[in-house]
C-alpha cells in the first residue's frame, strides 16, 4: 500500500522533493549545457550572424567575411592561450603586452638589426616562452594569485616594448617577406582567406588533440577541477602550472607573427583590446573561470563571436566605445551564465 507524501519521513520527502526538482526541464538544459559547453556559443554566433546580416547584409558579403576572419586568427590565437591558463582556475591579463613585445622582437631584429628572418621569429619564440616562463614561476613558486602576477607583468612587458622600440612602428614594407607572409591571401568562394586563419585552425586541431587525448590534457583540466585532489592523486600541480604558461608563451610569440601580417606593421600600439577580448572569448566560448571545465572548440566560436559583434556594430554605425560595451556586456552574461550552469554539479 502506498503512502501519502504527508506520511514519509521528512528525509524521504527532501530526498523525493530533490529528485523531482532535478528532472524539471530547466535543470535537464543546465545539465546538457554543462557536459556541452560548446552549444550555448554556438546558438549565439548563429544568432548574432542573423540578426547583423538582417541589419546590413553587407555583413554576410565575401569582402567582410575575410575582413572578420583575419581579426579573428589574432583574437583566436591568443584565445588558445587564454583557455589553457584559465583551464587552471588562473588568468593572464598580459596576453596582449607579450604579444606586441614578441612582435617588436621580431620586427626590431629583422628590419633593423639584420637578423636572418627565421632567427627573428625564434627570438619572438624565445621571448615569448621566457615571458611564459617568468609568469608560471611567480604563480608556482611564490604562490601569487595569476591575477595579480599578469596585472603586473602586463605592465612590465608594456614598458620593455616601448624601451625596444622607443615608441615606433615598424612597417612591413621594412621586414623580409616572411615576417609579413601570415598576411598573405588564398581565394576560398570567394573569400580572402589569409594564411593566419589556416595557422590559427591548426594550432585548434593540435591543441584539442593535446587537451582531449594526452596525459597533459587530463592534468590540466585535474589541476583546474581541484587542485588539492590533483595533488593527492599524484599530478605534479606546479609542473603542470609551469608548463601551461610556458606552453601559452609559445602560443603568443605565434600571435605574434600572426599580427604582423595582420597589420603588416610591428606595432607598439597595436591590438589594445585584445586582453579583452581573449578573455571574453574564452568565457562567450563556454570555459569556467572557475577551472576545469571548457573545449578549445567553444574558445574558437568565441572569438568568432567577438568578431561578428564588433565588425556588425561597425556596419551599423556604432561607434567603437559601443563596440566595447558590448563586449564588456558579453563577459558579464558569459559569467553569470556559467555561475548558473555550474549549480548543475551540485
Do not use: C
Not at 284 to 309: K, M, P, Q
Request: without cysteine; hydrophobic residues 55%.
Amino acid at each position: 500500500m502506498s503512502q501519502s507524501p504527508a506520511m514519509l519521513p521528512t528525509g524521504q520527502i527532501d530526498l523525493a522533493q530533490e529528485f523531482l526538482r532535478r528532472r524539471t526541464p530547466l535543470s535537464v538544459v543546465k545539465g546538457v549545457l554543462h557536459r556541452y559547453p560548446a552549444i550555448s556559443p554556438g546558438v549565439v554566433l548563429v544568432v548574432a550572424v542573423v540578426i547583423f546580416g538582417l541589419i546590413n547584409p553587407r555583413v554576410l558579403a565575401g569582402t567582410n567575411l575575410s575582413l572578420i576572419t583575419q581579426q579573428v586568427a589574432v583574437i583566436g590565437t591568443l584565445g588558445v592561450a587564454q583557455t589553457l591558463v584559465i583551464l587552471t582556475a588562473g588568468i593572464d591579463l598580459s596576453v596582449g603586452a607579450i604579444m606586441i613585445f614578441a612582435s617588436m622582437t621580431i620586427g626590431q631584429a629583422a628590419a633593423s638589426k639584420g637578423v636572418p628572418v627565421v632567427l627573428a621569429l625564434l627570438l619572438g619564440l624565445v621571448v615569448g616562452v621566457a615571458a611564459g616562463a617568468l609568469n608560471g614561476t611567480l604563480v608556482t613558486r611564490l604562490k601569487l594569485p595569476p591575477f595579480i602576477v599578469t596585472l603586473g607583468t602586463l605592465s612590465i612587458f608594456t614598458a620593455l616594448t616601448l624601451l625596444v622600440s622607443n615608441g615606433a612602428t615598424i612597417q612591413g614594407t621594412a621586414m623580409p617577406d616572411l615576417a609579413t607572409w601570415t598576411g598573405d591571401t588564398f581565394r576560398v568562394f570567394g573569400v580572402d582567406i589569409t594564411f593566419s586563419v589556416v595557422m590559427m585552425l591548426v594550432l585548434y586541431v593540435v591543441m584539442a588533440f593535446v587537451l582531449g587525448r594526452t596525459a597533459w590534457g587530463r592534468h590540466v583540466y585535474a589541476v583546474g577541477d581541484d587542485k588539492e585532489a590533483a595533488r593527492l592523486s599524484g599530478i605534479r600541480v606546479n609542473r603542470v602550472l609551469l608548463s601551461v604558461y610556458v606552453v601559452a608563451g609559445a602560443i603568443l610569440a605565434l600571435g605574434a607573427w600572426i599580427q604582423i601580417g595582420r597589420s603588416f606593421a610591428a606595432s607598439p600600439n597595436a591590438a589594445a583590446d585584445v586582453n579583452l577580448d581573449s578573455i571574453t572569448a574564452v568565457v562567450i566560448g563556454g570555459t569556467s573561470l572557475f577551472g576545469g571545465r571548457g573545449t578549445i572548440w567553444g574558445t574558437l566560436l568565441g572569438a568568432l563571436i567577438v568578431g561578428v559583434f564588433r565588425n556588425g556594430l561597425a556596419l551599423a554605425g556604432l561607434d567603437v566605445l559601443y563596440q566595447t560595451l558590448a563586449v564588456g556586456v558579453l563577459v558579464i552574461v558569459a559569467v553569470a551564465i556559467d555561475q548558473w550552469i555550474r549549480k548543475a554539479q551540485k
